[in-house]
T-cell receptor, first 118, second 119 residues
Framework: DAGVIQSPRHEVTEMGQEVTLRCKPI?????LFWYRQTMMRGLELLIY????????DSGMPEDRFSAKMPNASFSTLKIQPSEPRDSAVYFC????????????????FGSGTRLTVV | SQQGEEDPQALSIQEGENATMNCSYK?????LQWYRQNSGRGLVHLIL?????REKHSGRLRVTLDTSKKSSSLLITASRAADTASYFC???????????????????FGAGTRLAVHP
């Protein structure tokens, strides 16, 4: 497996434009996570999905952010309109499911998308 | 919001020395994990320890967990220049904790320790 694949690797856009980040998780993984990393705030969990269904979106900063997972092999994170404070590295990660009776699994992260909003 | 806090924020050592990083957290956990991040790259899972375990080993890595103190430590023995990276602890919440919210498969990351190993 090629791992978690994110695109694009770098994105530079002007304030007010729509930005779409893409993620392909590892085949067979039940969970998909979107994180944002900045120097000031570290790694923040934005939203995560279980079997394509959003479970917790409490980390999504505001209504300008939206995420979808139309199928098990693809997810998008959209920012509309984008603002300079959205500049960050956005990571997608995936994981197998585990329960209390199973040994937990770690996450596999993608290489990230570095977003710069000017 | 960040659950874990790593200490120290930065660590500089010579090759061959041991590196110890600490992590403290606030609420009850199901498990704690350590990740490495090389500059400009994604995070890589290193090791996982469950709340009912006290110590785990993986190669040159040793992790301890003290749930009474809500703390963990990561020890890298005989460090190499290639170990230079940022190291993050991450906690998965205990689903039976009063502080629990959302699914228990999610991880909350600390701010990380930047480790520099000099040849």
């Amino acid at each position: 497996d090629a791992g978690v694949i994110q695109s694009p690797r770098h994105e530079v856009t002007e304030m007010g434009q729509e930005v779409t980040l893409r993620c392909k998780p590892i085949s067979g993984h039940d969970y998909l996570f979107w994180y944002r990393q900045t120097m000031m705030r570290g790694l923040e969990l934005l939203i995560y999905f279980n079997n394509n269904v959003p479970i917790d979106d409490s980390g999504m900063p505001e209504d300008r952010f939206s995420a979808k997972m139309p199928n098990a092999s693809f997810s998008t994170l959209k920012i509309q309109p984008s603002e300079p404070r959205d500049s960050a590295v956005y990571f997608c990660a995936s994981s197998l499911a585990w329960s209390e009776t199973e040994r937990p699994y770690g996450y596999t992260f993608g290489s990230g998308t570095r977003l710069t909003v000017v | 919001s960040q659950q874990g806090e790593e200490d120290p924020q930065a660590l500089s050592i010579q090759e061959g020395e041991n590196a110890t990083m600490n992590c403290s957290y606030k609420t009850s956990i199901n498990n704690l994990q350590w990740y490495r991040q090389n500059s400009g790259r994604g995070l890589v899972h290193l090791i996982l320890i469950r709340s009912n375990e006290r110590e785990k080993h993986s190669g040159r890595l040793r992790v301890t967990l003290d749930t009474s103190k809500k703390s963990s430590s990561l020890l890298i023995t005989a460090s190499r220049a290639a170990d230079t990276a940022s190291y993050f602890c991450a906690t998965a919440p205990d689903p039976y904790s009063n502080a629990y919210s959302g699914g228990y498969n999610k991880l909350i990351f600390g701010a990380g320790t930047r480790l520099a190993v000099h040849p």
